[in-house]
């Protein structure tokens, strides 16, 4: 009788331990998450960490965040003279007032790994209006002139060479 009622045990004592650890596969766990974003945040520096690690979250069923932290590890092979001409792009995107031109810029940072760099250009865009209204024709003014008098850009030329003949003009 014990002969069948042990290994009949073995084989239900494994079946249960592999349906335990099969069920957080592929489940972003709060362990696995608190992991993830110290990674992200920069408590790994080294890019074969990176690498460990994104292997470990793939082998776990998590693709996506796998490929997040291999996006990260190639971000830390950059040679400094890219690092350094990224680092201006986003200089000039956060001084920039152009929504759609920061949203591209912030696009193209997610799709290198560049999460919470994108995130930030994202709200900064959200700030700004939809559309940059068009600068209105600046009016140039003689000396001379009152409100009445102004000029477009098109009429100045003209207005200057009436003024220089010592005619006036209406």
């Known amino acids: 009788m ?3 009622v042990i290994p009949v045990a073995i084989v239900i004592l494994g079946i249960g331990g592999y349906a335990k650890m099969r069920k957080n596969r592929g ?3 709060p362990e696995r998450l608190k992991i993830f974003n110290a990674a992200i945040s920069g408590a790994l520096k080294d890019p074969a960490s990176l690498d460990k690690l994104a292997s470990a979250f793939s082998g776990e069923g998590l693709h996506e965040q796998a490929k997040i932290l ?58 700004l209006p939809d559309a940059i209204p068009e600068p ?13 008098d102004t000029v477009s850009p098109e ?16």
């Open 70 to 127: 291999r996006q990260r590890a190639t971000l830390k092979r950059l040679p400094a003279a890219v690092k350094q001409a990224r680092s201006d792009v986003w200089r000039r995107a956060i001084a920039s007032k152009n929504k759609a031109g920061i949203l591209k810029v912030a696009a193209a940072y997610d799709r290198e790994g560049c999460t919470s760099a994108a995130m930030r250009l994202r709200e900064i865009a959200s700030g």
């Open 2 to 4: 014990f002969g069948t």
């Open 136 to 148: 209105e024709e600046p009016i140039i003014e003689s000396p001379t002139s009152t409100a009445s």
């Open 155 to 170: 009429d100045a030329e003209s207005v200057t060479v009436i003024e220089e003949s010592g005619e006036t003009a209406v």
């Open 27 to 29: 489940e972003m766990t």
